[in-house]
């Protein structure tokens, strides 16, 4: 994988400063990348408006307003990372429509805005690696063609959530989401209008988050940017008969930066006006990450439930060891084919995220699965008490079926002596997975719940 990152700024005298920045970038966005078990990565820092041809991925780091425009290969996969806010009319013509990357946030603690400096700023850190590993994140999706089998709207924020925005979408991709918008909407209110339209049409559910700031104009007197985009999902939720639901959450508490903001947000607070179809939640994020989880489950189960075959509203996760991963695979294919919704942890999420996940497919799954080829005991028995916790992560129900699928007769027997001396695994099938056929016991224990 080879990055280029690109400084671009107005002053063409003096970049080194902002050459130091994109050192920095480079250093943090190769430790988040590694995390994610990232190999052969090459990332070089340069100052100008012409990429690498021979790199793979582009981050246009741009570093001050500036009409000086950039040269962009379609062939190549490019990112857009903005050191503070700026306006649409104040960016380089051929990246405008590029998801932009913030590397500033409005602090309300100090009532102005932080962003990337040498040293860093107390307090900055924290939000300054939740943007690398967002956009590390997305480059490995992209890079490596992951594939997710539901979306969620996800709405831009004004500068002062950009943090909660960033920990929402995390969770959101942690339990198996993909995100959209994917590029930035134009600020003209048709544009916006039609391209966010389309996007809506493609997901489950849209979520605005709504601050104390109004964020930026557009060619519209009474609506910012945020409040357009919110009135857009709005009238699509009317329009179509509410097929998607509109989640917006506000912060327990808000500092209000205008009148007209204060008095926007008790509109929606309210739900009147343009706000009828919305629901509304004035809490901290942690409580409406709950709430959220349990609307897209419901969400999901509803969808499954409509399929015709009996195994396909039973949900098996299938946990494996990374030397595992291939083997496993083989049997993933087959109880899928058969009609059985598999479960299994993405790979390079970081180690915070893949937990996440483990957490969220512990409390949705019908049934578990351990598999086991190469795994070592130690690995075996963490799982197998996960297993016996999952009711302390948040299941509602009793985790009653459970099984360890070995490879070979010799673990199944010698695993199947070391569980019948302990009462807590008597629940818990043991089976052998001979890679031409699933037993008929199997079969008959995972129908069973």
């Given at each position: 994988?080879?990055?280029?990152?690109?400084?671009?700024?107005?002053?063409?005298?003096?970049?080194?400063?902002?050459?130091?920045?994109?050192?920095?970038?480079?250093?943090?966005?190769?430790?988040?990348?590694?995390?994610?078990?990232?190999?052969?990565?090459?990332?070089?820092?340069?100052?100008?408006?012409?990429?690498?041809?021979?790199?793979?991925?582009?981050?246009?780091?741009?570093?001050?307003?500036?009409?000086?425009?950039?040269?962009?290969?379609?062939?190549?996969?490019?990112?857009?990372?903005?050191?503070?806010?700026?306006?649409?009319?104040?960016?380089?013509?051929?990246?405008?429509?590029?998801?932009?990357?913030?590397?500033?946030?409005?602090?309300?603690?100090?009532?102005?805005?932080?962003?990337?400096?040498?040293?860093?700023?107390?307090?900055?850190?924290?939000?300054?690696?939740?943007?690398?590993?967002?956009?590390?994140?997305?480059?490995?999706?992209?890079?490596?063609?992951?594939?997710?089998?539901?979306?969620?709207?996800?709405?831009?924020?004004?500068?002062?959530?950009?943090?909660?925005?960033?920990?929402?979408?995390?969770?959101?991709?942690?339990?198996?989401?993909?995100?959209?918008?994917?590029?930035?909407?134009?600020?003209?209110?048709?544009?916006?209008?039609?391209?966010?339209?389309?996007?809506?049409?493609?997901?489950?559910?849209?979520?605005?988050?709504?601050?104390?700031?109004?964020?930026?104009?557009?060619?519209?007197?009474?609506?910012?940017?945020?409040?357009?985009?919110?009135?857009?999902?709005?009238?699509?939720?009317?329009?179509?008969?509410?097929?998607?639901?509109?989640?917006?959450?506000?912060?327990?508490?808000?500092?209000?930066?205008?009148?007209?903001?204060?008095?926007?947000?008790?509109?929606?607070?309210?739900?009147?006006?343009?706000?009828?179809?919305?629901?509304?939640?004035?809490?901290?994020?942690?409580?409406?990450?709950?709430?959220?989880?349990?609307?897209?489950?419901?969400?999901?189960?509803?969808?499954?439930?409509?399929?015709?075959?009996?195994?396909?509203?039973?949900?098996?996760?299938?946990?494996?060891?990374?030397?595992?991963?291939?083997?496993?695979?083989?049997?993933?294919?087959?109880?899928?084919?058969?009609?059985?919704?598999?479960?299994?942890?993405?790979?390079?999420?970081?180690?915070?995220?893949?937990?996440?996940?483990?957490?969220?497919?512990?409390?949705?799954?019908?049934?578990?699965?351990?598999?086991?080829?190469?795994?070592?005991?130690?690995?075996?028995?963490?799982?197998?008490?996960?297993?016996?916790?999952?009711?302390?992560?948040?299941?509602?129900?009793?985790?009653?079926?459970?099984?360890?699928?070995?490879?070979?007769?010799?673990?199944?027997?010698?695993?199947?002596?070391?569980?019948?001396?302990?009462?807590?695994?008597?629940?818990?099938?043991?089976?052998?997975f001979d890679d031409v056929m699933i037993s008929d016991d199997l079969l008959s224990f995972l129908s069973s719940f």
């Amino acid at each position: 994988m080879h990055i280029h990152i690109v400084c671009v700024n107005a002053d063409q005298e003096t970049p080194d400063d902002y050459l130091e920045l994109g050192f920095m970038v480079s250093d943090a966005l190769q430790v988040a990348l590694k995390e994610m078990r990232s190999q052969n990565i090459q990332v070089n820092v340069s100052f100008g408006t012409v990429a690498n041809s021979e790199a793979d991925i582009v981050v246009w780091f741009v570093c001050e307003e500036t009409n000086v425009d950039v040269s962009l290969n379609d062939n190549q996969k490019n990112y857009k990372l903005f050191l503070n806010s700026f306006r649409e009319d104040c960016q380089p013509e051929s990246i405008k429509h590029l998801r932009t990357y913030h590397l500033s946030r409005f602090d309300n603690r100090i009532g102005k805005e932080v962003t990337l400096s040498i040293p860093l700023l107390e307090g900055y850190r924290v939000f300054y690696w939740l943007v690398i590993s967002d956009l590390a994140l997305d480059i490995f999706d992209a890079f490596n063609v992951q594939e997710y089998s539901q979306k969620v709207f996800l709405g831009d924020t004004s500068d002062d959530l950009r943090m909660e925005r960033l920990l929402l979408k995390r969770d959101l991709k942690a339990f198996g989401f993909d995100i959209l918008p994917k590029k930035d909407y134009p600020c003209h209110t048709d544009e916006m209008s039609q391209t966010q339209w389309q996007d809506l049409n493609a997901v489950e559910i849209a979520i605005h988050l709504a601050g104390g700031r109004e964020g930026d104009k557009i060619n519209h007197d009474a609506y910012s940017f945020l409040e357009w985009q919110e009135k857009v999902t709005e009238t699509y939720v009317l329009q179509n008969n509410n097929r998607i639901k509109k989640f917006v959450w506000v912060p327990p508490t808000v500092r209000f930066s205008t009148d007209k903001r204060k008095f926007y947000i008790e509109k929606l607070l309210k739900n009147v006006d343009e706000h009828e179809a919305t629901y509304t939640f004035k809490t901290d994020l942690e409580k409406f990450k709950t709430i959220l989880h349990g609307e897209l489950s419901t969400s999901s189960d509803h969808d499954v439930a409509a399929l015709n075959d009996d195994f396909a509203s039973k949900k098996v996760y299938v946990m494996c060891d990374v030397e595992d991963v291939t083997q496993s695979g083989v049997l993933e294919d087959r109880l899928s084919t058969l009609g059985f919704g598999i479960l299994k942890l993405g790979t390079g999420q970081g180690a915070k995220m893949m937990r996440r996940q483990h957490q969220r497919h512990l409390q949705v799954c019908n049934s578990t699965i351990i598999f086991v080829d190469k795994a070592p005991d130690d690995w075996i028995f963490a799982k197998l008490q996960d297993n016996l916790r999952a009711s302390g992560l948040g299941r509602v129900e009793p985790l009653n079926t459970k099984a360890i699928v070995a490879t070979n007769y010799g673990t199944a027997s010698r695993l199947s002596k070391i569980l019948d001396g302990n009462p807590l695994y008597q629940s818990v099938g043991i089976f052998v997975f001979d890679d031409v056929m699933i037993s008929d016991d199997l079969l008959s224990f995972l129908s069973s719940f």
